[in-house]
Nanobody
Framework: QVQLVESGGGLVQAGGSLRLSCAASGRIFSINAVVWHRQAPGTQREWVAAFTSGGATNYADSVKGRFSISIDNAKNTMYLQMNNLKPEDTAVYYC???????????????WGQGTQVTVSS
């Protein structure tokens, strides 16, 4: 079983920065793709940044140029660097990773529990 634990959320003023971490633990052979999502109250969950199995990164238009996704394979930890934060970035942020537990196993999708980000104006 694999667990993802997010951290790094908090309260920040508009224009500030936060770095979210998502630490994966358990039986991990490889982390193949990572997506950060967010959900604000009363809205549907939306993806904001993705790191594909091919190493490419993609960003939602709303965060392009401000957010950066990365992964440290040695630490099995994924990051979301968020700069120039805006009040509309306020949401619970979730990481979602495709993990292969062994060389013979299929990829499985896991979710973290979420971390709250609040941006004040």
């Amino acid at each position: 079983q694999v667990q993802l634990v997010e951290s790094g959320g908090g309260l920040v003023q508009a224009g500030g920065s936060l770095r979210l971490s998502c630490a994966a633990s358990g039986r991990i052979f490889s982390i193949n793709a990572v997506v950060w999502h967010r959900q604000a109250p009363g809205t549907q969950r939306e993806w904001v940044a993705a790191f594909t199995s091919g190493g490419a990164t993609n960003y939602a238009d709303s965060v392009k140029g401000r957010f950066s996704i990365s992964i440290d394979n040695a630490k099995n930890t994924m990051y979301l660097q968020m700069n120039n934060l805006k009040p509309e970035d306020t949401a619970v942020y979730y990481c979602n990773a495709e993990v292969r537990e062994s060389v013979h196993s299929r990829k499985r999708s896991y979710w973290g529990q979420g971390t709250q980000v609040t941006v004040s104006s």
